[in-house]
């Protein structure tokens, strides 16, 4: 029963909702802070953490998945750079460049923008980098900018020659890029967060949403919304844009990169912020321009291109699967899911519809579900990269961290299969 309060308590302080890394990864933490505090019995720790701020930091930090690497991804910061030269430096900017990364973890994401930023010119007087996480061991680990090889997960590591210093097994961060980034403790559900907070032109938010319920998602985008510029950028993780279907946003014309413009017209006031006034504006007033065909965030996820050959029957299937990722992009996930169970129900494009029903049943929060679509999809195809990289993100939600790194590292195995292949 205790350990149910326990994940009552996160819910509400943290937004964590225990089914999405599961109650045992809850379990564990609270056994080893108990152990750490030579506490024996689950209601006294309740008791304590109740009471103390300090505990109740510590449990966090104990809870929270740091797991985060420069340059992850890739394509959102391809994205943001070209933003960066052909938006914001093109178009005679007021200065400075406003940016924000929520949540930072411990810094890669918010050190790979300064990079971004120092690759384009920008000098470091020019803009301003924010980066928020309720973790202090990530704000403090965030702060010393030292990584080993583990934050470094690419082929393409000429970044880390430019901007670090090795030192032992470790690489440090030169300091004029580090410079760059402010860091805070923070939780994103916390008042403070959005008070006395000037807007930010660009935001980060990527890989936190997927561990709240949906109201609570909500409640982090209508502050991150408020936050945002006209014209702002918003990037999130791939699993998790569904939740800007209704909103005043458009996918930026960028494959792959999870960033969206915010069409609203309104700017945000700092003095007159309520929680979900903007969530109800957007309700009401849809985006100015339609999405644009593509390329979208559900589209070209499976890492290939789809031209299809309209001689053959499989073309059609194509169209069906390419039509499928559309609507998914547009926010039509069951008519999206709908086409996929046609596509299998026909026998055919069966890993990639597999591959898609996964991310629609991670978008929607069921991870079960999409573990189980991914594991079909890696059946029909072991070098399925993305396939393989969601399933090892899930396993470690869930606590079972051995499989996680097993498909970790068949995920790094097939990526380096994949482009030896095409060329
Ligand atoms: C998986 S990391 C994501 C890091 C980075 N954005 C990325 O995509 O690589 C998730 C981070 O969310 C932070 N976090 C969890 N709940 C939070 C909250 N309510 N407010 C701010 N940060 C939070 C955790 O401390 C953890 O560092």
Redesign the pocket.
């Known amino acids: 029963m205790s350990l149910r309060a326990i994940e009552h308590l996160l819910k509400q ?4 909702h225990s089914s999405t890394v599961g109650s045992g990864t809850i379990s564990q933490a609270v056994k080893q802070r108990m152990r750490d505090c030579s506490v024996t019995d689950i209601n006294d720790y309740r008791n304590i953490i109740g009471q103390s701020t300090t505990e109740l930091g510590a449990l ?2 104990t809870v ?6 420069f340059f ?2 890739a394509h959102p910061f391809a994205a943001f750079s070209d933003w960066v030269r052909c938006e914001w430096l093109a178009g005679n900017p007021t200065l400075p460049l406003r940016i924000l ?6 810094g ?2 918010p050190y790979t923008l300064a990079m971004c930023l120092a690759d384009c010119g920008v000098a470091a007087s020019d803009a301003q980098i924010d980066a ?4 202090s061991i ?1 704000i403090q680990k965030a702060g010393t900018a030292c990584y080993s090889s583990n934050s470094f997960r690419g082929t393409d590591l000429r970044f880390r020659d430019r901007y670090f210093d090795p030192d032992g097994t470790h690489f440090q961060l030169k300091d004029d890029i580090r410079d760059r980034v402010r860091f805070e403790k ?5 008042p403070s ?1 959005i008070e006395n907070r000037a807007n930010y032109h660009v935001i ?5 949403l997927i ?2 319920d949906r109201p609570t998602q909500h409640r ?1 985008i209508d502050r991150l919304e408020q936050l945002l510029t006209r014209n702002g950028i918003l990037f999130l ?1 791939h699993s998790e844009t569904s939740l800007l279907r209704e909103r005043p946003f458009v996918a930026l014309d960028f494959s792959r990169s999870f960033g969206f413009r915010n069409v609203e017209n309104t700017e945000h006031k700092i003095t007159t912020t309520t929680p979900h006034s903007s969530r109800k504006q957007a309700q009401v007033r849809k985006p100015d321009k339609p999405a644009p065909a593509s390329p979208l965030p559900f589209a070209d996820n499976t890492g290939k291109s789809r031209q299809p050959d309209r001689n053959t029957v499989a073309a059609q299937d194509d169209d069906l699967l390419q039509r499928a990722f559309q609507l998914a992009d547009q926010g039509h996930l069951d008519e999206a899911a709908n086409l996929c169970e046609v596509l299998l129900r026909q026998q055919t494009g069966q890993a990639d519809a597999h591959y898609l029903l996964g991310l629609i049943r991670e978008a929607a929060g069921n991870p079960a579900a999409a573990e189980r679509m991914f594991r079909k999809v890696i059946y029909l195809n072991p070098d399925h990269y993305e396939a393989l990289a969601h399933l090892s993100v899930i396993c470690k939600q869930q606590g079972d961290t051995d499989d996680a790194q097993r498909f970790h590292e068949r995920a790094t195995r097939a990526q380096h299969r994949n482009q030896g292949t095409s060329g």
Do not use: Q
């Not at 302080?13 to 964590?16: F, P």
């Open positions: 302080k943290m937004g964590l966090i930090d929270v998945i740091p797991e985060t690497w992850r991804d990364s929520v949540p930072c973890s411990t890669e994401e928020i996480d309720i973790s990530n923070l939780n994103i559900l916390d967060f980060f938010c990527r890989n936190l561990y709240f982090a993780g």
